[in-house]
C-alpha cells in the first residue's frame, strides 16, 4: 500500500515568494494532520482535518499559513509570503477514523526560505 | 493540555547493550502514548502504542514500553541495541478526550547512537 505522499521533497525559494506544499494521504484514511519540525521547537500541529473539514487551526503561526482538503485525497499547506524563519521540515499525516491513531506519516518537504 | 518529557536529548548505547528512553507525562488522568522513530532524511514511523490494554506494550524491531501510573511513565527498551537503532526517537501523548481529542502532543526527541 502506498504511504502519505509529499511533494515536493525539497523546495529553496525566496523570500516573499508563495510556497505550496501537498499532500496525498493514505487511502480510506480521513484524518489528517500537517507538522512543522524545527531544530528550536520541536515537532509542532499546525492544523488537522477530518473529513475534510479543520478541526484545529490553532498552530498556524500566522495569517500567512492557509491549508485546504478540497477532498479525501489531496492536501495543501501554502504560505505567503514565505519568510526565512518559515525553514523547516513540513510533514503530512494520516489516519483512520475507525481508530483515531496512529498517525501515518510521509517523509516531509524541506523547505528552505532564502 | 497534556506535555510529555523526555530525559536525555542524547543517548550513545554500545551495540548489544540495553536501550532505555525515558518519557513521563503530565496528566493524571492516564493518556494514550506512543513511541515514534524518524530516521534521517524520513518521516515519523510509529514503533508502539499504549491505549488501555496490557501496561506492557511489544513494539516493532524488539522495542517495548512500559506503562507506570504511579511514576506517569512510558519509558522504551530494547534488551540489545543493534547499529540499525541509531535514530531519533520520539514520545507522544494524546488526550483521551476534551477539546484535545485527536491532537499528538510529542516530546523533544531523543537521539540514539550506537557504537561498534
Known amino acids: 500500500d502506498a504511504g502519505v505522499i509529499q511533494s515536493p521533497r525539497h523546495e529553496v525559494t525566496e523570500m516573499g515568494q508563495e510556497v505550496t506544499l501537498r499532500c496525498k494521504p493514505i487511502?480510506?484514511?480521513?484524518?489528517l494532520f500537517w507538522y512543522r519540525q524545527t531544530m528550536m521547537r520541536g515537532l509542532e500541529l499546525l492544523i488537522y482535518?477530518?473529513?475534510?473539514?479543520?478541526?484545529?487551526d490553532s498552530g498556524m503561526p500566522e495569517d500567512r499559513f492557509s491549508a485546504k482538503m478540497p477532498n479525501a485525497s489531496f492536501s495543501t499547506l501554502k504560505i505567503q509570503p514565505s519568510e526565512p524563519r518559515d525553514s523547516a521540515v513540513y510533514f503530512c499525516?494520516?489516519?483512520?477514523?475507525?481508530?483515531?491513531?496512529?498517525?501515518?506519516f510521509g517523509d516531509g518537504t524541506r523547505l528552505s526560505i532564502l | 493540555a497534556q506535555s510529555v518529557t523526555q530525559l536525555g536529548s542524547h543517548v550513545s548505547v554500545s551495540e548489544g547493550a540495553l536501550v532505555l528512553l525515558r518519557c513521563n507525562y503530565s496528566?493524571?488522568?492516564?493518556?494514550?502514548l506512543f513511541w515514534y522513530v524518524q530516521y534521517p532524511n524520513q518521516g515519523l514511523q510509529l514503533l508502539l502504542k499504549?491505549?488501555?490494554?496490557?501496561?506492557l506494550v511489544k513494539g516493532i524491531n524488539g522495542f517495548e514500553a512500559e506503562f507506570k501510573k504511579s511514576e506517569t511513565s512510558f519509558h522504551l527498551t530494547k534488551p540489545s541495541a543493534h547499529m540499525s537503532d541509531a535514530a531519533e526517537y520520539f514520545c507522544?501523548?494524546?488526550?483521551?478526550?476534551?477539546?484535545?481529542?485527536?491532537?499528538?502532543?510529542f516530546g523533544a526527541g531523543t537521539q540514539v547512537v550506537v557504537t561498534p
Open positions: 482535518f477530518n473529513n475534510n473539514v479543520p478541526i484545529d
Open positions: 499525516a494520516s489516519s483512520s477514523d475507525r481508530s483515531f491513531w496512529p498517525q501515518h
Open positions: 499504549y491505549t488501555s490494554a496490557a501496561t
Open positions: 496528566s493524571s488522568v492516564p493518556p494514550y
Open positions: 507522544a501523548v494524546s488526550d483521551r478526550g476534551g477539546d484535545s481529542w485527536g491532537k499528538l502532543q
Open positions: 487511502s480510506g484514511h480521513n484524518s
